[in-house]
């Protein structure tokens, strides 16, 4: 370690239905970092044993790490997949420990709030995807002053509960004059239905990740003036401002984790990750194993 960083023991670590799904099914684009052998993960829990001369009164404090790069000979992308971390102290931010697992929802939470941040700028009124980050993002849009927007969902389980917005199957929705519509379930196919639900002027984010090129139909872009953006990464200050909110009792982490399973059978959680169509956000339990 330098003077700057500290040591986390890994308590947590989140398996992320984008970006891993793709690393595990074969099918991740070419990305800056790509490359075998590599330690995946960005939604990291754990707490400081041991800090640099610059950070030792941080040590004991329970830490979000949204990845690390401190490998030899592997690649890492994103680095947070492992029972001990070094990172720059200010790379690692304390949480309230009393959130355990849940603080590896911070990661998306933070995407969610890249998409629709605190100044307002959009504020969704269709989503696309009932996963966590599309839920994330529907209660951010709530708690940021938005009025509750519709949310897609073409998994009939994910459509069951109770919410304080609408779910429902894209078919089931008739409307077609939508001004803010941000998809999150990673699927091109849908672009052309978007496009087809603006109205005019209308803008769609893209906020899944995509492994195919995406492609649309130019006309009905064309009628209604339609606007495309990208989100892109989370920045530091969405981190910042999600554990704010969270602090404050704004914004719930709750009822999103539904699969834990122990990090010495990597082999058995990621299968049920992705295969197991319950299966909402599967944590993994590092504790012991460092």
């Known amino acids: 370690m330098g003077s700057d960083d500290v040591l986390v023991d890994v308590e947590w670590s989140g398996i992320s239905s984008g970006t891993e799904r ?47 790069n401190a490998f030899k000979s592997v690649r890492s992308l994103f680095g947070g997949a492992a029972g001990r971390l070094v990172v720059p102290s200010a790379r690692a931010p304390a949480i309230n420990e009393a959130l355990t697992d849940r603080g590896t929802l911070f990661a998306l939470a933070a995407t969610a709030h890249h998409i629709a941040p605190s100044n307002g700028a959009f504020l969704p009124e269709l989503i696309v995807g009932h996963g966590v980050l599309g839920r994330l993002l529907a209660r951010l849009t709530i708690c940021q002053g938005g009025s509750p927007p519709t949310v897609w969902e073409v998994n009939a389980g994910r459509r069951v509960g109770d919410f304080p917005y609408p779910v429902m199957a894209p078919g089931d929705d008739a409307r077609t004059n939508y001004s803010r519509i941000c998809d999150v379930s990673g699927s091109g196919e849908v672009l052309d239905d978007l496009i087809g639900r603006l109205a005019p002027g209308g803008e769609i984010v893209l906020a899944g990740f995509y492994s195919e090129p995406l492609a649309f139909a130019f006309a009905p872009a064309f009628m209604r003036e339609a606007r495309l953006r990208i989100a892109a990464q989370w920045q530091p200050s969405d981190l910042a401002a999600v554990i704010a909110l969270v602090a404050a009792g704004r914004l719930s982490l709750e009822g999103l984790i539904t699969n834990r399973a122990t990090a010495a059978r990597p082999d058995i959680a990621y299968q049920q990750a992705f295969q197991d169509d319950a299966c909402l956000k599967l944590v993994l339990d590092w504790r012991g194993l460092s």
């Not at 099918?27 to 970092?33: H, I, Q, R, S």
């Not at 960005?42 to 830490?63: C, D, F």
């Open 22 to 68: 793709l690393l595990w099914s074969g099918l991740m684009p070419e990305f800056p970092g790509m490359g075998y052998p590599l330690v995946p993960g960005y939604e990291t829990v754990g707490r400081i044993t041991a800090a640099g001369a610059n950070n030792e009164e941080r040590i004991g404090s329970t830490v979000f790490v949204p990845g690390a």
